[in-house]
């Protein structure tokens, strides 16, 4: 594998990770000659590592810890026990930010850019809290916004957490029925909601949506709008005189709930603790993508994406964050390339769907940056590539891989590991990632089921609504008991770096040859006449080798004719193997997608075999529900019998 970047030789002199070796040589007396050895000691010694964590970046807590884990059972751990803390009042401590410059910078396609520095943030937090007091939310109400990623609906989060209230947000783009699916299941007691907002230079009103949800949910009892679209609301109405403090709750007490996708059945409300977010996000952010008070962290998410939560910790380690509101590709696939220099970015995420679209696109942005972030998506060499070709040679790529679930990403990059193309780096600190053979025995440097063998701080409280956690250890110990099973296909190598190769449900397998979708992707995508693909594998009962189909959306311009056909045999059988040529390629116009950007291959295979659409998938939580028709139509053809209509 290409090396495309290695750590400076003053790297432990110049990052936080080694700051931290330091701190740990000097205070704990425990010297890690390489990130191997640190990552082993961190899932070996759990207590004696999260507890450094605690102890490194100075938690702010109300009353001590009796321990840092008391039972390491999965499911089940019990971390910091006794202890009570408030996530907010961590945030915002901020700790090295400059009084006098920004730490919150917003730009959005609805309005003019806002930024915050540190007392202002504090002070908009401080009128919020004081609103929702007033209007009787406390600890343990549920608090909802129906807001984009603007810097209301991170005040919002900031005040019901000093409250000891849980947040739950989605963004503008879900649908009424999509919102409803989740939010009846938390029963929220207020909505802060807009108006609408623009995308690029699309207006487009949610009105009627509010209306709906609000409609839906009586558990509602107070609605507050920002006046996004139409610059009408009353969000400025939540105020109140009230001193800014903050309610100290247990480690585990719950801060928000996040969602699966829910593209298959009711999303699972996933309810996340202030101590474990707080933890794993110190840890990550400051030891692994080396953020701290001179930076500008940026990643383009919306707030129906965990990639929101994670980005908006930033303050917890003095980053700035660099929120954005809008379509990124609008006017062009520049526009958040040029936001670096506008705004003074130098950590920029993002996913690897939109780096394999800037490379497509032939953008050469050529960007001072000190790192780049990926996720959502498996990136292929050729994209690892583009952004050292393209973006920046001295800049380091983290390709991150996680989840909702934990709200972080368990594997990643360092500053003390070398990048290589189409490789994630390494395993994150405090993350015992191993691959599993079918039989739950760990494998090495052959394909496996991802799992999770020792407990992590930010791994779910639970699932609301869920008291015996039945649906909790159905989602990730139905498999292997105790052992946390996420669902993807993961090779590890024997230096700890990996290779995540789609979901471990979306498998093609074709007479024993198993092999992942991303790889798959990798080669069809490549073609300049694709500008997208799906492929799914469906089991024939008189066939081993079941039957493979592709589906292509072409480029603007091309056409999926049997001379592009024969090219995609060509290559797939050259790249991968002659199993992986497909049975049939069909042209589709467009790839269902999450609201995420996440493709669908189970829904798809589910209609194809003769489930309803509505069975199949939940439409409001895909950003293009029509294009599942396409396949519904295909699969009445299938199924069919000839001479029959």
């Known amino acids: 594998m290409t090396v ?3 750590p400076p030789a003053d790297v432990r002199q110049t990052s936080r990770i080694g ?36 102890d490194y970046f100075d938690v702010v807590a109300h009353d001590p810890p009796a321990a840092v884990l008391a039972s390491a059972a999965m499911p089940g751990a019990k971390w910091f026990p006794g202890a009570t803390l408030n996530y907010a009042e961590n945030v915002l401590r901020m700790p090295g930010a400059d009084d006098d410059e920004p730490v919150v910078v917003a730009y959005s396609q609805s309005r003019e850019a806002i930024t915050l520095p540190p007392g ?3 002070e908009q937090v401080r009128r919020v809290r004081a609103g929702l007091r007033a209007r009787g939310v406390g600890k343990g109400d549920r608090v ?21 209230a849980i947040f739950s947000s989605c963004a503008p783009e879900f649908g009424s029925r999509s919102v409803i699916d989740r939010w009846s299941q938390i029963e929220p007691k207020i909505l802060v909601a807009v108006d609408g907002y623009k995308y690029g230079d699309k207006s487009v009103s949610r ?72 933890l794993e996000h110190l840890k990550i952010l400051a030891l692994h993508h080396d953020l701290g008070p001179s930076d500008r962290f940026f990643w383009f998410t919306t707030t129906g994406w965990m990639m929101w939560n994670y980005l908006v910790s930033g303050p917890a380690v003095g980053s700035a964050i660099v929120l954005f509101d809008g379509n990124p590709g609008w006017p062009s696939l520049n526009t958040l390339w040029d936001l670096v220099d506008e705004a003074g970015i130098t950590y920029f995420g993002t996913s690897a769907p939109f780096l394999m679209a800037c490379r497509k696109a032939g953008l050469t942005p050529g960007k001072r940056l000190k790192g780049v972030g990926s996720t959502g998506a498996p990136l292929p060499p050729e994209g690892f590539a583009w952004v050292y070709e393209s973006v920046g040679r001295d800049l380091q790529l983290l390709s991150l891989s996680g989840g909702t679930d934990v709200c972080t990403g368990f594997v990643g990059g360092s500053p003390l590991l070398p990048v290589r193309a189409g490789v994630i780096s390494g395993r994150s600190l405090g993350a015992r990632v191993e691959a599993y053979d079918p039989q739950g025995k760990p494998v090495v440097g052959e394909l496996g089921e991802l799992v999770i063998t020792a407990p992590m701080p930010s791994m779910p409280v639970g699932f609301w609504n869920d008291a015996d956690g039945s649906r909790y250890r159905e989602a990730y110990f139905d498999v292997f008991p105790g052992v946390w099973r996420h669902g ?56 081993p080798n079941g039957e493979l189909l592709l589906f292509i959306v072409p480029a603007e311009g091309a056409e999926v004719d ?34 995420s950007a996440k493709k669908l291959e189970v829904p798809v295979k589910r209609i194809l075999t003769g489930t309803p659409i509505e069975s199949a998938a939940a439409k409001g939580a895909l950003a293009n529900p029509e294009s599942l028709n396409a396949f519904a139509e295909l699969a009445r053809t299938r199924l069919t019998p000839p001479g029959r209509d």
């Not at 010297?31 to 191997?36: E, G, P, Q, S």
């Open 4 to 6: 495309l970047w290695e």
């Open 19 to 54: 700051d931290y070796l330091a701190w740990l040589e000097r205070e704990r007396g425990l010297i890690f000659a390489d990130y191997a050895a640190l990552w082993e000691w961190s899932v070996t010694d759990l207590s004696g590592f999260w507890g450094s964590i605690w």
């Open 120 to 122: 202002e943030l504090r």
């Open 144 to 164: 909802a916004a129906y807001a984009p990623n603007i810097p209301e609906t991170y005040v919002l989060m900031l005040a019901a957490a000093s409250l000891g």
């Open 207 to 278: 009105a009627a949506e509010v209306e709906a949800i609000v409609a839906a949910l009586p558990s509602v009892e107070h609605v507050v709008t920002i006046g996004y679209l139409q610059e009408k609301g009353n969000f400025s109405d939540l105020t109140g005189e009230d001193e800014l403090s903050f309610e100290p709750v247990p480690f585990d007490h719950p801060l928000y709930v996040l969602y699966s996708s829910g593209t298959t059945g009711l999303p699972k409300p996933i309810v996340h603790g202030h101590g474990g977010i707080l």
């Open 488 to 543: 993807d296909w993961i090779t590890i190598a024997e230096d700890g770096s990996c290779v995540i190769t789609g979901r471990s449900d979306a498998t093609l397998n074709r007479g024993g040859v198993r092999l992942g979708t991303s790889e798959f992707y990798s080669v069809v995508e490549s073609l300049p006449e694709v500008a997208d693909c799906l492929v799914v594998h469906l089991d024939k009962a008189d066939d």
């Open 562 to 595: 049997d001379a592009l056909r024969a090219r995609i045999a060509r290559e797939l059988r050259g790249a991968l193997s002659p199993r992986h040529v497909p049975d049939a390629i069909h042209a589709v116009r467009a790839v269902p997608r999450t609201l």
